[in-house]
């Protein structure tokens, strides 16, 4: 298991000599620098919250190949159905050789904060979330996931454009290391002159489908990511897994399928 967390460390300490802080003990880096690749393409995917299926079918219909880079927005694991599931093939894409670019969002930073908690705790909370299959057989956290969650930057800086799970609190006195706010803000206001052209991608906050589509069409400074796929059901206007394309804008949208799998082995 750990030669597949040393996988994803030195993947993304390749790139820690232009990140803005970087710790050489963990391998660790807050933000990360990412150029544009010569001939892929670059894909985005926020929140997939443990819906495994949807996901493995998004990147089937993306046909995503080792020139392309994939940056996923964070919030991996909880509320659907297999969160191992997302983790466990987010690894093994790196391991595979795919050039994937994951973030931290709040979901993986809570489960770090599990970490040491007694196993009552743990359980319940996991519980709470329905994720309960990131538990190994004694009851405790899976070490792989946690040295995986640890080592998840907050924003990748493309050049272009700004990554990050929640957004950037523009009202603070340092809106780019203000990394906590980038897990858990909402609602938050741009400042175009801090952005210097860049926008802003996000999840976090899901959001109604048209909207999404229009922020990608008017070229907005934010565009929202997240359209709560793991909401299908509940939700109108939620409930797909989006894929964006940052080169040519395009949108791939994936209806949830986990809902279906589940029904087939609840029947």
Not at 99 to 109: A, I, M
Not at 154 to 168: E, Q, S, T
Not at 248 to 260: A, L, P
């Amino acid at each position: 298991m750990m030669i597949v967390i040393n996988i994803l460390q030195n993947f993304l300490g390749k790139l820690n000599g232009s990140s803005e802080r970087y710790e050489a003990s963990t391998g660790f880096s807050y933000s990360v620098k990412v150029q544009k690749p010569e001939t892929g393409r670059r894909f985005v995917i926020s929140d997939i919250h443990g819906c495994y299926h949807s996901f493995k079918q998004l990147l089937k219909t993306i046909n995503l190949q080792k020139e392309d880079q994939l940056f996923l927005l964070g919030d991996y694991i909880d509320r659907g159905p297999n969160s191992s599931g997302v983790l466990n093939l987010v690894i093994k894409l790196i391991q595979s050789g795919f050039q994937v670019f994951p973030l931290r969002g709040n979901h993986e930073q809570m489960l770090l904060d599990l970490e040491g908690q007694d196993e009552e705790v743990i359980h319940w909370s996991l519980s709470r979330n329905n994720a309960i299959d990131l538990l190994e057989s004694q009851g405790k956290i899976r070490q792989t996931y946690l040295e995986f969650c640890s080592r998840l930057p907050y924003i990748y800086d493309l050049g272009d454009y700004y990554l990050v799970h929640a957004g950037i609190n523009f009202n603070s006195r340092k809106p780019f290391k203000n990394y906590e706010d980038m897990l858990w803000i909402r609602d938050f206001e741009v400042k175009e002159k801090l952005l210097q052209g860049k926008q802003i991608v996000h999840g976090h906050t899901p959001i109604e489908l048209t909207y999404i589509r229009n922020a990608v069409k008017n070229k907005s400074s934010v565009i929202p990511l997240d359209n709560g796929c793991v909401f299908s059901g509940e939700y109108a206007g939620l409930g797909k897994l989006l894929c964006l394309e940052l080169n040519s804008g395009e949108i791939y949208e994936q209806t949830n399928i986990d809902v279906v799998e589940k029904e087939k082995v609840a029947s």
